[in-house]
């Protein structure tokens, strides 16, 4: 049945669930030889004639083709012909790398929930060199732990090495079980090993589908241990796991007690991840609102903004300094405008609100819903605003 699914992958040229299948397939047929229920001559033959048809395939595959994009059989050839880890990760080594200095530099609350593909471009800017492109951390426990910190890493742990335990009683059982929950243990481990290289669970129907697959592993004669009548579940269990929880609470927000500690990676707040010009620089959408701490020994700000809304709506800017309203101003469509505030002092926020805003996605086919309202475009000669 699997095979049926290859048209799909090579139209769809995902990688991950050629891996998931393949891990699903060899997890199950090792089960099934550990059960006796399949010969071991008999699998090692079909392995083998899997491997020569790989082999006969080989030369059919396309000779060219991007590692990034296409169908999966254009992909995998050009991945194999590159001879790169770092080309066929696509990036990973760098979300990964920019997911432990997270960890490193805060291990207790990370950088928020859904924040890394926002706070990737600034922080790995800051610590090796400038990136045009963010996404999630690229594996299941660094996005955990980058977004939520290691006490979060534990808790999720906790509730899922359980679980895959059970998948691998399941999937290696040596008795006869029921085919359903044999298979849901092969492919819950197929999705454990390809988490490891992918942020596929934070999609809403991959996360259903893992969580169907999870408990159908728990259908009836899936273990072989029948539960014993007298086993009694510790007392103070649900104790524990609630005042876990409290805790994990408070050390995520323990670092947010100081309104400086918003500013403490960048002086902005509310702008998104630096995008390139076509005349050359950068820019950074702004949404509804944006802020700016002053940093010390700074006395003015001067900044550079642009309309590029897709219609021909202008946009109004209204400008305030720690709540106190400044001279606002309109900006025309296409156009670009100056603000420069002078007499400023160290640990004064600036508070940028703009109307109206637009949303990408409304207007053009594609993935992108944020409310952008403005560019702020970096000074000459500087890598971000």
Same mark, same amino acid.
């Given at each position: ?28 047929? @090792? ?6 229920? %399949? ?16 082999? @006969? ?49 805060? /291990? ?8 890394? =593909?926002?706070?990737?471009? $600034?922080?790995?800017?800051? *610590?090796?060199?400038? &990136? ?11 996005? #955990? ?16 090495? =359980? ?16 085919? $359903? ?22 999609? /809403?129907?991959?996360?259903?589908? @893992?969580?169907? #697959?999870?408990?159908? $592993? ?13 086993? &009694? ?13 409290? #805790?994990?609470?408070?050390?995520? %927000?323990? =670092? ?18 630096? *995008? ?43 400008? *305030? ?9 309109? &900006? ?12 400023? !002092? ?6 940028? !609100? ?18 952008? @309202? ?10 971000? =605003?």
């Amino acid at each position: 049945m699997g095979f049926l699914l290859l048209p799909v992958l090579q139209i769809s040229g995902s990688r991950t669930g050629l891996l998931i299948l393949g891990i699903a397939g060899a997890v199950t047929l @090792a089960g099934l030889v550990r059960a006796r229920v %399949v010969p071991l001559r008999r699998a090692g033959l079909g392995v083998a004639a899997v491997l020569l048809l790989a082999l @006969a395939v080989w030369p059919l595959l396309p000779k060219k083709g991007n590692v990034g994009a296409g169908g999966l059989a254009a992909r995998l050839a050009a991945a194999a012909r590159t001879g790169s880890i770092e080309a066929v990760a696509t990036n990973r080594l760098l979300f990964w790398r920019g997911a432990y200095d997270v960890i490193l530099e805060e /291990p207790l609350s990370g950088c928020g929930l859904g924040g890394f =593909p926002y706070e990737f471009p $600034v922080r790995f800017g800051r *610590e090796h060199h400038p &990136v045009r492109f963010t996404d999630n951390a690229t594996n299941a426990l660094l996005d #955990v732990a980058s977004e939520c910190g290691l006490p979060a890493l534990v808790l999720a742990l906790a509730a899922a090495i =359980p679980i895959l335990v059970g998948a691998f009683d399941a999937a290696f059982s040596r008795t006869r079980i029921a085919v $359903v929950p044999r298979l849901a243990g092969a492919a819950l481990i197929g999705f454990a090993i390809a988490s490891m290289t992918g942020s596929h669970l934070r999609f /809403p129907e991959i996360a259903c589908l @893992a969580a169907a #697959v999870a408990a159908l $592993v728990l259908v009836p004669g899936s273990s072989e241990a029948k539960r014993d009548p007298d086993f &009694v579940p510790p007392r103070y269990a649900g104790a524990v796991l609630v005042a876990a929880g409290v #805790v994990a609470s408070l050390l995520v %927000v323990l =670092p947010t007690r100081a309104p400086e500690e918003a500013f403490r990676i960048e002086p902005w707040q509310g702008l998104y991840r630096p *995008e390139p010009l076509e005349s050359g620089g950068f820019f950074r959408w702004m949404g509804p609102a944006a802020l700016r701490r002053i940093r010390p020994g700074e006395t003015s700000l001067a900044l550079r903004l642009r309309n590029g809304r897709p219609d021909d709506l202008p946009v109004t800017l209204a400008v *305030e300094v720690d709540g106190a309203p400044r001279r606002g101003l309109v &900006v025309e469509r296409g156009s670009d405008a100056a603000i420069d505030l002078e007499g400023l !002092s160290a640990g004064q926020i600036v508070r940028l !609100s703009a109307q109206p805003t637009f949303v990408p996605a409304e207007r053009a086919a594609g993935r992108d819903d944020r409310a952008l @309202a403005l560019m702020v475009l970096a000074p000459p000669g500087s890598r971000r =605003p």
